[in-house]
C-alpha cells in the first residue's frame, strides 16, 4: 500500500482506482489546492507523508533539486515522500496509471 496526492492536473478519476486498490489517494481538490503552484504541493503532500502523482514534468523534475538544496542551506532533512510522473491523459487513461502504479 502507498499514499498518493494527485496534483491538479491529474484525472480525479485515478484517485478511486488507486484507492479501490488498497492505497491512500488524495487529491488537489479534495485539499482545496485546485490552483496551488508546485512547490506547494511538494510541500503539502511532504507534510502528509504523500508521494505526488503528477503529469507536469517539466516543474516537477526542478523541484527536487531545489529541495535538497533547500534543505542543506536550512540545515532540515531533506525528506519526501517521492514524485511520481506519469504520461497525460492523451497517453494513459486513467485506468491504465492505476495498473501502472500496482506492485
Do not use: Y
Request: proline residues 6%; contains cysteine; negative net charge.
Amino acid at each position: 500500500m502507498a499514499a498518493f496526492h494527485l496534483d491538479h492536473n491529474v484525472s480525479a478519476i485515478l484517485a478511486p482506482l488507486l484507492l479501490s486498490g488498497g492505497h491512500i489517494a488524495t487529491t488537489a481538490r479534495e485539499m482545496g489546492m485546485e490552483t496551488a503552484r508546485d512547490e506547494r504541493i511538494l510541500l503539502t503532500a511532504a507534510n502528509c507523508a504523500l508521494i505526488v502523482v503528477t503529469h507536469n514534468v517539466k516543474d516537477f523534475r526542478l523541484l527536487p533539486d531545489a529541495w535538497l538544496r533547500w534543505s542543506r542551506a536550512w540545515r532540515v532533512e531533506p525528506i519526501h515522500a517521492g514524485i511520481l510522473l506519469i504520461p497525460d491523459n492523451h497517453q494513459w487513461a486513467p485506468e491504465q496509471a492505476a495498473h501502472e502504479i500496482e506492485p
